[in-house]
């Protein structure tokens, strides 16, 4: 019992502890666009197959190509530095847990959650000085935010035929997120929050097929289109300013005024994702394969009305990038040979939807993946580090590890018939 | 799933978890461009005056008799509480045939250690006076009526009574017969005022200074002697009820106004000094979900002695004010908000009061700015008068100052 109060209160508290980027304080904050950790040991967006030939967890249409089911895991580690600041912060959060059963070979069920964006933000400006008729005030500024958009996916694969295969996943977005904007006047904190909660869904259709097979090589294209239903919505709790007396960080008895005033507002279309993704991957022999992908990513809400730290929010994104992966055979007698070897590299160009200025994040990253055990256990390590730069901005280095546990078992999968 | 697949992959999340880390250190950011702002806005004085209401000193620690500085004290009255110290004895208790009520004792103590000089005290009562003769807040010389006082009914002098095996006090010490007792004890009335009209028996310069009901250690106090019969032949020894003051007020003669007290913004319980002033805030608007860090009237004394614990309160008025002339009241004419007191120490010749919660009030359009009301707070120096500079003034004054931060 102990056991499992323990590691529930650790995975809740772990979950929501994000690494902070400055360019978290726009709007939402940034979107991720890979989530499992064999997805980003190639810098993929999850299009083409990374966790196992033929198989990316994060694109449904591919699920049949599982030979056992799964429970998964993804956790990360990021840490961010401000170019020409000594600041480098680091967290750590799931990217996803996700469990996949695939059934006979041609059809695919997966239940995933997952944080979509990343609002986690904590920047704080210099002390500024000056005298009020005789005063002397000293003064800064803080401000937190915390917290996003989740996605629960139920995803389903159909085949095609043969050689093709759909992927539909409706997805559930749902959370909350909270901000806090502090004035400080000689070491008095005067703190504003604003609390967000957040309700929508979205449907992607994701493609795989085999354009071309031999002995020697395989060529393979995949796409996703990914739709909103309902346009993200939700309730804004914007409570006043108090001023902290006591610096406890929350109201309290102590603070002033005595009662602290909240404006509830209904908040609707304040984020509807549209993107299209493709991806080409050519496999040689020995299990070695090529691939290029890429996405265009719009942000169609309508509902201007989101204050963030930054008086912007990030319209769309392009994304583009390629690599290379070597799988691991399992059957494999030497212990090297089971592992797989990802490399990749890309860049995701955000375009801010009021200033215009853009974020580049350029990348690069490395991982592998090592089978064990019978049923296909697969842990898999990936490393990513890059920049992230803005028009007349600020520069941003990051470094990324994901560790992801993938524990195969048998459900639904064709038995031999008994002799 | 069995239960080895599900221990391998909790305790593998586990590892991963062991293995994370967090640093959260604040990212710098240039000011510019970032949400909320600190203002300053500074509100000039427009208006000032002072007037006199008849003295104000019910809520002192301390009863006067005698003369101290420039104040002539009159008489004091006292009221007791209808219930004793055990909250369960009333006057009615005396009332019952096994009791038998023998004396009753006001006393009243001094804030002395030894005796000076001795004079003699008397005592009056308000037979007729119903179910009450006075309100310490609000009776002075002009609307008490000495005459509806009994003749005296008891003297005392000064003495030293001892307290216990080691504290001694100086006391005055007034008994009373069943006289009295009757009275108190009739239930013609169903509170009756209980109050006494205690006096010099001649008139002094000195001051003589004792413990008023808002000393908690030292209030006068009221003790009824009585006996209880447990049967015919059998009646057991005597005992005392103790009823404590409730309320108490020493009656000042008409103070004496000075030049500087009419000029000057000035204020003084005893003298019944108070000031209003009008702080020009016409068309200010406190921006939505803003709040007021501070908002400081800074008032400067216009003496520059020392002065320790002397407090200012100051109110909203919730009328106009007339700012014309000094002028002397009966009762106070102007009406405070006052869920609004903002009260302040003077600390170096300088009071800095607070108005900000009111002044959100303001910048909100919640209130109406009428002006503020200042006087001495019930705890300062009741016989002390303050001044402090007013438009008059080049340099010194005052101005309110308000920062506050907005979004």
């Known amino acids: 019992m102990f056991v499992n109060r323990f590691i529930k209160t650790y995975l809740i508290i772990a979950s929501f502890a994000m690494s902070q980027s400055i360019f978290n304080g726009y709007g939402l904050g940034l979107s991720r666009t890979s989530f499992h950790s064999s997805v980003n040991g190639a810098g993929s967006i999850g299009l083409v197959p990374s966790f196992h030939p033929g198989v990316s967890m994060d694109n449904t249409a591919t699920w049949p190509g599982l030979n056992f089911t799964y429970i998964s895991g993804s956790f990360s580690n990021q840490a961010n530095g401000t170019k020409n600041t000594s600041v480098v912060n680091q967290a750590a959060r799931f990217n996803k847990l996700q469990f996949v059963i695939p059934i006979r070979e041609r059809y695919g069920l997966g239940l995933s959650v997952k944080p979509l964006n990343n609002h986690n933000s904590f920047f704080t400006t210099d002390t500024m000085a000056f005298n009020f008729d005789g005063k002397d005030i000293f003064s800064r500024k803080e401000f937190r935010s915390g917290g996003g958009i989740m996605e629960a996916s139920l995803g389903l ?207 690069i990253s490395v991982g592998f993946g090592f089978k064990f055990a019978t049923t296909g256990n697969q842990i898999d390590f990936s490393f990513r580090n890059g920049t992230r730069s803005i028009t007349e901005g600020q520069k941003e280095l990051f470094k990324e590890i994901t560790i992801g546990v993938s524990l195969g078992d048998m459900w639904f999968l064709r038995r031999r018939a008994k002799q | 799933m069995d239960n080895n697949f599900k221990k391998l992959f909790i305790y593998s999340f586990m590892g991963i978890i062991s293995f994370s880390a967090c640093d959260e250190a604040a990212i710098p950011l240039d000011s510019n461009n970032t949400p909320l702002s600190i203002d300053t806005v500074s509100f000039p004085i427009i208006n000032t005056v002072s007037y006199q209401v008849p003295p104000d000193i019910g809520l002192h620690e301390f009863l006067y008799f005698g003369k101290k500085e420039e104040f002539n004290f009159l008489y004091n009255l006292v009221r007791f509480s209808n219930i004793d110290s055990t909250n369960i004895y009333t006057f009615d208790f005396y009332n019952d045939s096994l009791i038998i009520a023998d004396s009753m004792k006001l006393i009243m103590s001094f804030d002395l250690d030894s005796i000076e000089q001795n004079v003699d005290f008397q005592l009056r009562y308000f037979p007729g006076g119903g179910d009450s003769v006075f309100n310490e807040l609000t009776t002075n010389y002009t609307n008490f009526n000495q005459l509806s006082a009994s003749s005296i009914i008891s003297s005392s002098i000064m003495s030293i009574d001892s307290i216990d095996s080691v504290t001694t006090q100086v006391r005055l010490n007034f008994l009373m017969d069943t006289t009295i007792i009757n009275v108190f004890k009739d239930t013609s009335f169903t509170s009756f005022n209980s109050s006494f009209l205690v006096e010099l028996k001649t008139e002094n310069s000195s001051e003589f200074k004792l413990f008023s009901s808002n000393n908690l250690s030292n209030p006068p106090k009221l003790r009824v002697y009585y006996r209880k019969l447990l049967s015919d032949s059998v009646v057991l020894d005597t005992s005392f009820h103790t009823y404590y003051s409730s309320q108490d007020v020493s009656i000042i003669d008409k103070p004496n106004i000075t030049t500087d007290d009419s000029t000057y913004l000035s204020v003084g319980l005893a003298k019944g000094i108070r000031s209003v002033l009008m702080v020009d805030m016409n068309g200010w608007e406190l921006p939505k979900r803003s709040i007021i860090s501070s908002a400081d009237l800074v008032y400067n004394r216009v003496k520059n002695d020392t002065l320790i614990g002397y407090s200012v309160s100051s109110y909203p008025l919730r009328n106009q004010a007339d700012f014309s002339n000094f002028n002397i009241y009966d009762n106070d004419p102007y009406d405070v908000e006052s869920n609004y007191l903002s009260s302040a120490p003077i600390i170096n010749n300088q009071l800095k009061i607070n108005y900000r919660k009111i002044s959100t009030e303001f910048g909100r359009g919640g209130k109406v700015n009428y002006g503020f009301k200042i006087q001495s707070s019930p705890n300062s120096d009741p016989f002390k008068t303050i001044q402090f500079h007013n438009l008059n003034s080049n340099i010194s004054y005052p101005l309110l100052r308000v920062i506050y931060v907005r979004q």
Do not use: C
């Open chain 1, 157 to 363: 694969a159909l085949p095609l035929n043969s050689r093709m295969g759909l992927g539909i996943s409706i997805n559930h977005l749902f959370g909350s997120s909270r901000d806090e904007q502090s004035a400080i006047i000689n070491n008095t904190y005067y703190r504003m929050f604003n609390l967000r909660t957040y309700t929508g869904s979205t449907f992607d259709f994701d493609f795989a097929g085999q354009l071309y097979n031999n002995n020697n090589l395989s060529i393979s294209t995949f796409a996703r289109v990914g739709l909103t239903n309902k346009p993200v919505s939700g309730k804004l709790y914007k409570f006043n300013f108090y001023e902290d007396s006591n610096n406890s960080y929350s109201f309290d008895t102590d603070d002033y005024p005595g009662d602290l005033v909240v404006d509830t507002t209904s908040i609707s279309n304040i984020y509807s994702p549209n993107s299209f993704s493709f991806g080409l991957n050519v496999g040689f022999k020995n299990d070695l394969n090529i691939f290029s992908e890429f996405q265009m990513w719009n942000d169609e809400a309508t509902n201007t009305n989101y204050a963030s730290i930054f008086n912007d929010q990030i319209g769309s994104k392009f994304h583009f990038g390629g690599g290379m992966i070597r799988f691991g055979n399992l059957n494999a007698r030497a212990w090297q040979d089971q592992i797989t070897f990802r490399l990749g590299a890309y860049q995701d160009k955000y375009s801010l939807r009021y200033s215009g200025n853009s974020l580049i994040e350029n990348g």
